[in-house]
Nanobody, 123 residues
Framework: QVQLVQSGGGTVQAGGSLRLSCAAS????????MGWFRQAPGKEREFVAA????????NYADSVKGRFTISRDGAKNTVYLQMTSLKPEDTAVYYC????????????????WGQGTQVTVSS
């Protein structure tokens, strides 16, 4: 089992930046993919970005491509989400997640989740 603890988030004006962190502990050696997801009120949880732990290759949702960057620090077992040019529609609770199997972007395929952190972008 992998435990994930998130930090970062908060409130920012449109056009601003925030960085989210997600520190993993436990059976981290089995991690193959770490992802960021978000859920706005009344909406389903959606994919934001993911990174393949071994190679560092990453993918992004079209809505955040060019504005968000996912990265990882293997020595710290931590994944980051740098968010720039934030828009009001980015407002949501953001979650990090990990899995130990093939790459996927479906939230239901991820078994370990962080506690969630609120990101609010004001216009």
């Amino acid at each position: 089992q992998v435990q994930l603890v998130q930090s970062g988030g908060g409130t920012v004006q449109a056009g601003g930046s925030l960085r989210l962190s997600c520190a993993a502990s436990g059976r981290t050696f089995s991690t193959s993919v770490m992802g960021w997801f978000r859920q706005a009120p009344g909406k389903e949880r959606e994919f934001v970005a993911a990174i393949r732990w071994r190679t560092g290759n990453s993918n992004y949702a079209d809505s955040v491509k060019g504005r968000f960057t996912i990265s990882r620090d293997g020595a710290k077992n931590t994944v980051y989400l740098q968010m720039t040019s934030l828009k009001p529609e980015d407002t949501a609770v953001y979650y990090c997640a990990s899995r130990s199997d093939y790459y996927t972007e479906s939230p239901s395929d991820f078994g370990s989740w962080g506690q969630g952190t609120q990101v609010t972008v004001s216009s």
